[in-house]
């Protein structure tokens, strides 16, 4: 079987929700069947070499538009064309509600399609009404055209069934996972030097971690942690796509209270999220949100917004605060920021329900359902 992933930056290493995803989850896929060829399409922007390999994938970089509103729909164009005519796939798996715009044409090209839902993009306050508007039909050309939809969130795969009955048999609902580290956080190698790097001492300092965009409400969170008078820092780990009258707002920010650290590598994100006095999510939209669950991996206390992707995590009551509401998470923020760890049962309880290996082996199922070939992994569910 040949499957093109197309809708991402690239991989590996390269920020976003939708990358580490990718990241995580092809090499598994892989590994169940060696035999099988993956094909990850990426951006010329983020991959300097035209093709390479990593973990038994094939990684390609084409040609896209440098405009925020063209860069992925015309990378998504060129990676359909290379998935027909260049790989003959025999599946197209797109990333995203806005690369599903390319569903029909792949499909009028002879090829299976699976949509990988992540999150309800258009409504992302970054994207004026004709972006809402390819977005909303994006959208509605995965559930008419694609073969399966995968969403990321029980909401998501809810809100789909409901607005769209006569496609419901075809949402699937596989979460992203925990994607952990390696090894163990209290012999992680160079974290004085991470931390000193950083200007940081352990339990001094809240952390956040996202791109720079509005719907991650990063302004919210530095008002809200102005307005205390904590003795530590807020570190904010993430850049932005592209620079943006917003992104350069909050850089504008920065003093030696509120540090803005840039793309951070996962070795060192990892120290910095085990050695915070607290993790905090301050989003107004996501799908499932990676960075919380690897904040749960590392053990930080964790407070978000209470947006439904957030409250399907299943968190007890104070470990969330009121979307958008400033003084909320200021009230919250100044509290002793302990009382937002997780109790280890229920961490627990919570990661096992977003175990990578699990997550391969529904797509493996998925996978074959279109392809009629033999299942490893556990039962459907």
């Not at 990063?218 to 943006?244: H, M, N, P, Q, Y």
Request: aromatic residues 10%; contains cysteine.
């Amino acid at each position: 079987m040949k499957v093109c992933v197309v809708g991402l930056r690239g991989v590996p290493s390269i920020m976003g929700g939708v990358e580490t995803h990718c990241e995580q989850l092809f090499p598994r896929l892989k590994q169940l069947h060696p035999s099988d060829s993956f094909t990850i399409v990426g951006r010329k922007a983020y991959l300097p070499k035209q093709v390479c390999e990593y973990q038994g994938l094939q990684i390609v970089s084409l040609p896209h538009a440098h405009s925020r509103y063209f860069e992925t729909i015309t990378n998504t164009i060129y990676g359909t064309v290379y998935a027909r005519f260049a790989m003959n796939a025999d599946i197209l798996h797109l990333h995203g509600i806005g690369p599903a715009l390319v569903a029909p044409f792949a499909k009028a090209l002879g090829m299976k399609v699976i949509v990988t839902y992540h999150s309800k993009n258009y409504e992302h306050r970054k994207w004026n009404c004709w972006a809402r508007f390819f977005l909303r039909t994006g959208e509605l050309f995965a559930v008419t055209f694609a073969d399966r939809i995968i969403a990321v969130s029980k909401g998501i795969a809810c809100d789909l069934r409901r607005r769209f009955p006569w496609a419901a048999a075809k949402v699937y609902f596989i979460p992203n996972g925990a994607t952990d580290f390696g090894g163990n956080t209290a012999e992680s190698r160079g974290a004085e030097e991470v931390l000193d790097r950083c200007g940081v001492r352990p339990s001094k300092y809240i952390i956040s971690v996202g791109r720079l965009v509005p719907e991650k409400g990063f302004d919210e969170l530095c008002s809200a942690f102005e307005a205390t008078t904590l003795d530590c820092k807020l570190v904010i780990a993430g850049d932005a796509d592209r620079e943006s009258d917003y992104s350069n707002s909050l850089l504008e920010r920065a003093n030696d209270r509120l540090k803005f650290m840039g793309f951070v590598k996962r070795d060192a994100l990892r120290i910095l999220l085990s050695h915070a006095s607290l993790f905090v999510l301050s989003s107004h939209n996501e799908g499932l949100p990676i960075a919380v669950l690897e904040a749960l991996l590392a053990g930080v206390p964790i407070l978000l917004s209470d947006i439904e992707p957030n409250r399907e995590l299943g968190l007890q009551p104070h470990h969330y605060y009121k979307t958008g509401d400033i003084i909320d998470l200021r009230n919250k923020l100044s509290q002793a920021h302990e009382r937002y760890r997780v109790k280890p049962t229920d961490r627990d309880a919570i990661l096992r329900q977003y175990d990578w290996r699990a997550i391969c082996r529904k797509t493996d199922r998925l996978y074959s359902s279109l392809q009629e070939r033999s299942v490893i992994g556990t039962a459907w569910n």
